[in-house]
């Protein structure tokens, strides 16, 4: 069994700690969602196994190079934790700079309901992730992260398009 790990950031709120506990318990029994994974080359592949009113969990398979672009959670809370492999993670700050780390397997990160962030796997090596978010989500904003630190709105997702 995988020794799995919570981290933080300056947006997690109590709400996004539970979600990442919850995503870490889903990534740790990969029995329950391991035979609907599958690899995509044109993109990372993606499927919600749960919906109900308070919250939604999905799964994530991601090949080496896939990423999610720079996006926010449309006011939803969240957490993903890996599974297998490892993730890299850009998350913008609110001066317009951004932070950078790597889950590894076994680690999970929750953030809170204005958090923006891109992941990325830039291993050799596929990766899977579990995702949690609460509400469920309803939108999501596309951004461009600009040299200066600027976020550009790309493009806003409804919940239909996925
Ligand atoms: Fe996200």
């Known amino acids: 069994m995988v020794r799995m790990t919570v981290t933080a950031d300056v947006s997690r709120t109590p709400v996004s700690k539970d979600l990442a506990e919850r995503a870490r318990l889903l990534a740790e029994n990969c029995d329950e969602w391991l035979h609907r994974v599958r690899l995509d080359p044109q993109g990372r592949w993606y499927e919600r196994l749960h919906a109900d009113a308070d919250h939604e969990v999905w799964i994530i398979s991601w090949l080496p190079g896939q990423s999610t672009g720079f996006h926010d959670h449309g006011g939803s809370a969240g957490a993903f934790a890996v599974a297998l492999g490892s993730l890299k993670e850009v998350a913008v ?34 990766a899977i992730s579990v995702h949690v978010y609460a509400p469920v989500l309803s939108t999501i904003n596309r951004f461009d992260l600009s040299p200066s630190g600027e976020l550009v709105t790309l493009k806003t997702e409804q919940s239909e398009e996925w």
Request: proline share 3%; no cysteine; net charge negative.
């Open 93 to 126: 700050n609110g001066n317009g700079t951004v932070s950078t780390w790597t889950l590894e397997a076994g680690q999970a990160h929750g953030f809170g309901e204005h958090y923006i962030h891109d992941v990325r796997n830039v291993s050799t090596a596929p």
